[in-house]
């Protein structure tokens, strides 16, 4: 898992310099923020849930505080980033999660994973059905050559 997890934070240190190349100005200042703010929030997540996991026995109950903080960061920086960059479709992702989180928590340590599971992945899965047919429509027909 750890090893998963580095592959997967040089991954997108690499593609996120590569996509910043070029950008000059308040563009650079804004990504390099916003990166910046997933930087710190899921380290601030990480000491947070030492902090958790020390001061609460409850094991269900620690994984829902854990978790509900994780999707809070997620959700306000999904709707930072689509208001920060006028995407639309981020800032709804960003409040379905918090919509989500909202209700998990108010369904308890019994249901909140369930609750997760249904309607966090639902709009997970809208969103990137959404996304992708947007980005085909954006998308130029493709030329034949032959």
Known sequence: MGAAL??????????????????RGPTSFQAGMYGASWA?????????????????????????????VAVLIVGLLYVTGGTTFNDQRQCYL???LLVVTITALLSGPNHFLAVF??????????????????????????????
């Open 40 to 68: 710190l929030g899921f380290l601030i997540m990480g000491i947070l849930s030492v902090l958790i996991g020390r001061a609460v026995d409850d094991f269900w109950v620690r994984g829902m505080l854990i978790n509900s």
């Open 94 to 96: 960003g409040l379905w």
């Open 117 to 146: 599971l249904y309607l966090g992945s639902a709009g997970l899965l809208a969103g990137s059905v959404t996304e992708y047919l947007a980005t085909r429509r954006r998308r130029p027909a493709a030329v034949n050559h032959a």
């Open 6 to 23: 580095a592959a997967a934070t040089i991954a997108t240190v690499i593609l996120s310099v590569r996509g910043a190349r070029g950008l």
